[in-house]
């Protein structure tokens, strides 16, 4: 799967690549990262890529012509290639996102800085757009690597154990319950008992009533999703 970043500071986006899981997905050939710069792509002889807004407001806007030409040249040469744009005016994203872009051959993310992007660009390239929450940041780099982080995870081969997909938080509108590694008891704690005594039917029952007590307490809105949703199963 390829993803592009199309963003004023490649450097933030690229230190995410050179560690851990997400560089062995590189190395083993599953994932390839690319980067366009829309200032490479400005017709000023300065590289000029904003301006203040019309209208008046703060701050400064990206203008449209850099990002279009860098657009239309990242789309004649990928046909296939599903644009996404980062911004605290849109949609939140969510896991079921994550799972359904895992599928895509080719996935761009269209970051702003300063004020934002010119909403023409938005209309005329988005395939998407995204908020990853309700704060502001600086810029789309980091909401577009945590949304690259998210998908890339659900690509066949990028985790080592799939198992790991299957019982996850969100799957079930519920969160996860509590994990322990060794020791089993560590300065005067131990983990629950029944997770040491191998049956693995009451572990099951007592994760699940884990999960519930903690999505009450963290999350309650998702408690009655869970629950809807089960009574609609039944
Ligand atoms: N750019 C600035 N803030 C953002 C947010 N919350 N989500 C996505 N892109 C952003």
Do not use: W
Request: hydrophobic residues 35%.
């Amino acid at each position: 799967m390829k993803f592009t970043f199309v963003t004023l500071f490649q450097n933030i986006v690229e230190g995410y690549f050179q560690d851990s899981i997400l560089k062995r997905a590189i190395e083993k050939d599953i994932l390839h990262i690319e980067y366009i710069n829309p200032r490479d792509f400005s017709s000023s002889k300065h590289g000029k890529v904003d301006d203040t807004a019309v209208g008046g407001g703060a701050g400064m806007v990206m203008n449209p012509q850099p990002l279009y030409d860098a657009l239309n040249d990242l789309k004649i040469k990928n046909r296939d290639v599903h644009l996404i744009f980062l911004t605290p005016v849109a949609k939140s994203f969510r896991q079921n996102d994550a799972k359904r872009l895992a599928k895509k051959s080719h996935i761009a993310f269209v970051s702003g800085r300063y004020e934002g992007i010119d909403e023409r660009v938005i209309e005329k390239y988005a395939d998407e757009v995204f908020s990853i929450g309700d704060y502001i940041l600086t810029g789309g780099e980091l909401a577009s690597l945590v949304i690259c982080d998210a998908i890339s995870r659900n690509v066949d081969g990028v985790l080592g154990n799939s198992d790991s997909l299957t019982i996850e938080s969100f799957e079930t509108n519920l969160l996860e319950a509590p994990s322990f590694s060794k020791p089993e008891n560590y300065e005067n704690n131990g983990v629950p008992s029944e997770y040491l005594k191998g049956n693995h039917s009451k572990i099951r029952s007592l994760k699940l009533a884990l999960s519930e007590c903690k999505t009450k307490f963290f999350r309650p809105e998702q408690l009655l999703k869970h629950r809807t949703r089960k009574s609609y199963e039944k």
